[in-house]
């Protein structure tokens, strides 16, 4: 069985410079890996094509976190907050109540 799995980056700013996968890496040179999904972009292949693993609300939940975590100074009270940053935060956590949750949800866009 051969299996693919995606790794997913941040910019020092905390910015989610999404998932890559089979070695590949982003082009930031300083882009720190929060995480590894593992069934999130996990493809396996079946001797006739290549089957994705729908990812389970604790394996979305765990990547939310992750985002949340790489943006909570965004929530200090001595932070100055810009346009959209706090909508975005909240978006985030908003995201177990799409409907469809967890095999299809849409990941809103930082600010």
């Known amino acids: 069985m051969i299996v693919h799995e995606t790794h997913f980056y941040v910019d020092a700013l905390g910015n989610l ?3 890559f996968g089979d070695g590949a890496m982003p082009s930031d040179p300083n882009a720190v890996r929060v ?5 999130h972009g996990k493809d396996t292949w079946d001797g006739a094509g290549w089957v994705t693993t729908p990812p389970t609300a604790a394996e979305v939940r765990e990547f939310r976190n992750a985002a949340l975590a790489a943006t909570d100074f965004m929530g200090l009270s001595d932070y100055p907050a810009k346009a959209g940053e706090l909508e975005y935060r909240q978006a985030l956590r908003d995201v177990p109540q799409q409907a469809g949750f967890p095999k299809t949800h849409a990941w809103p866009n930082r600010p």
């Open 17 to 19: 410079l999404g998932g």
């Open 35 to 39: 995480m590894t999904a593992p069934n």
